[in-house]
Each structure stands twice: as structure tokens, then as C-alpha cells.
């Protein structure tokens, strides 16, 4: 078979099971009660409790898509852990991954791209496919409840800890699959969202206060300003990339456009079906439906579930 694009073969996710609801930050906070989903659309969120680890996390969403998939696990080639909260600076986790998934032909390396990681982790994972025309798992996983300052309100809202995990197959038609993405990045929002201490910049030291190994937003609207912005112009590109407009887009799957998203942000267009060929786009495309997806962040739970649906409904073979 001639690898000519790659394709989205299996989906999976995991979220731990302590579930936490707005009220219950309202309350350390000091808030209004409806305070959160007001103003961001949240209605609870899941954190995980001592004990549960990132790898064990990971492990679950990546078992999941290894099923849907449906493929043999001396396939995968390589194994991509997108994250911020490895079990340990080093060694890396995902090797552990690979390991604690039977993977035992696949490589295992992570990314650290913050809420875009997923992004760059499938971006890159469809190269190898393509390249070498083996199997890849991509796995995008935090548990930012133990990075976040649960007094600082503007992170303590919004952050929370799931896995996310996608299969990608090589695949023989170049309009199926992954067909479209762009990546951009925007240093100069560096401080904008960060955690002071830990890296190499301002190692630990005995003396480092608390907090400054917390996770902290120094200006809120100005990072989702530039979250907006560079998730539209991402979006504007990836679609004229793949051929096609947004009137002639299906289904979007996305997440809010949060804070965390500004300083990398990418779009993905995914097609299920064949594009349609001019004149007859339009209608063509009611009826080949394609699917094109945002990610301006690491999926969620339920936008991977949606989306496994929805490509399981659809995809075809090879």
C-alpha cells in the first residue's frame, strides 16, 4: 500500500473519579454562588486524588484507543506523550506508557506543549506515519490540579486533569484522514501563563516560597485576547488549506478558547469521507459529510467520546 495520508483510527479518554463542582471552589474562594459558569461555561471539573499518577491516567485513555483501533500492539511504532505533569522530571513517562500499555516495538518520547501539546504530538505523529507507514499513539494527558494556586482565582477555575488518546493508521487515500494543519506560536505572551520556579532558569532551592512552584495568570483578558485571535487565524488557514470553506465544515469539535491556549495554538482539518469536487461542492459535501476539527487545546473528555463517535459512524476503511 502506498502511505498517502495518515488516518484517526481509535479514540480514547480517561478523567479520575473525584469530581469537583463550582461550589466548592466558590466557597474557598470566597465567590457568588454561579460565579464560575457565568463567566466561563464550567459546571465541574475532575482532579485527581494522592495516589493517582499521570501515567496511570494516560495508560487508561491509550488502552481505550488501543481498542477502538482495534489493532495489534506490536503495530504501534511509536508512542507520543503530550504533557506538562510527567510522574517525574526525568526520566521521561513515556516509555512507562509504552511499557505499561504491552507496546514492546514502540519508541516513547514526550512533548511538552502545554494545552497545545495534542496539537504538535498529531502533527508530528502524522510525519511518521507518513514517513515510515507504521502506527502511532498519541496520547495528551495533565493533572494540572497539582500545579494550579488554589488561591489565585484566575487558574483555580479552570484547570483540571484528563487524558486524551488517538490512533493514527497509515492510510492510502490522501482526502481521508488527517488532511490539513497549521501551527502557530506567539513567544512574546512567554510570562503570561507560568510557573516560576523548578526549570533549569530558577532550579529548586530550599529558600523558594510555596507558590512559586504554582502555576500562575498574570493578565486573564489578555490572554484570551490572543487566544481568540490566534485560534481564528489558525482555524481561517487549515481551511483553506484542506479545499474547503467553514459553511461547507459538518462538525467542529473545540474547546473554549482558554487562557492556557495563547502562547501555542494550532486548527486540524479531519475529513472522514472523500472531498467533494468542484461545481458540486455543496451538495456534495451534505452528503459526504466531512468532518473538520478545532483543537485549540488538549481535547476533553467529552469532545473525544463526540468525536470517536462521530468518525466511527463515518470512517471507512484504509
Known amino acids: 500500500m502506498q502511505i498517502r495520508s495518515s488516518r484517526l483510527a481509535g479514540f480514547g479518554h480517561a478523567v479520575p473519579p473525584r469530581r469537583v463542582h463550582n461550589a466548592e471552589i466558590e466557597a474557598r474562594l470566597g ?48 508512542t507520543l506523550l503530550a504533557t506538562s505533569t510527567p510522574d517525574h522530571l526525568l526520566p521521561p513517562s513515556a516509555p512507562l506508557l509504552a511499557y505499561q500499555l504491552g507496546l514492546q516495538r514502540s519508541g516513547g518520547i514526550d512533548l511538552a506543549g502545554a494545552c497545545s501539546g495534542f496539537l504538535y504530538a498529531l502533527t508530528l505523529a502524522d510525519g511518521f506515519v507518513r514517513t515510515h507507514g507504521r502506527a502511532v499513539l498519541v496520547v495528551a494527558a495533565n493533572i494540572l490540579s497539582r500545579r494550579i494556586n488554589p488561591a489565585e482565582r484566575a487558574s483555580a477555575v479552570l484547570f483540571a486533569d484528563a487524558a486524551g488518546a488517538v490512533v493514527l493508521t497509515p492510510c492510502s487515500d490522501p482526502q481521508r484522514g488527517l488532511i490539513s494543519t497549521d501551527l502557530a506560536s506567539d513567544g512574546s505572551g512567554y510570562d503570561l501563563i507560568h510557573i516560576p520556579a523548578g526549570g533549569s532558569n530558577r532550579p529548586f532551592s530550599p529558600g523558594t516560597a510555596r507558590e512559586d512552584y504554582l502555576m500562575t495568570m498574570t493578565d486573564g483578558r489578555e490572554v484570551f485576547s490572543r487566544a481568540v485571535t490566534l485560534m481564528t487565524r489558525t482555524s481561517r488557514q487549515v481551511l483553506e488549506q484542506a479545499g474547503t470553506g467553514a459553511r461547507d465544515v459538518d462538525r467542529l469539535s473545540r474547546t473554549r478558547p482558554m487562557p492556557a491556549c495563547s502562547t501555542p495554538s494550532a486548527a486540524i482539518s479531519i ?30 473528555r467529552g469532545a473525544f467520546r463526540r468525536a470517536r463517535n462521530y468518525c466511527s459512524r463515518r470512517r471507512g476503511p484504509g
Open 31 to 78: 465567590l457568588e454562588a454561579g460565579w464560575i459558569e457565568r463567566r466561563t461555561g464550567i459546571r465541574s471539573r475532575h482532579w485527581a486524588e494522592d495516589g493517582e499518577t499521570l501515567s496511570g491516567l494516560a495508560a487508561e485513555a491509550g488502552r481505550m484507543a488501543l481498542e477502538d483501533a482495534g489493532i495489534d500492539r506490536n503495530e504501534i511504532a511509536l
Open 271 to 300: 475529513s472522514a469521507a472523500k472531498r467533494p469536487s468542484a461545481p458540486s461542492r455543496r451538495s456534495a459535501t451534505r452528503r459526504l459529510r466531512p468532518f473538520h476539527c478545532l483543537f485549540p487545546s488538549q481535547m476533553k
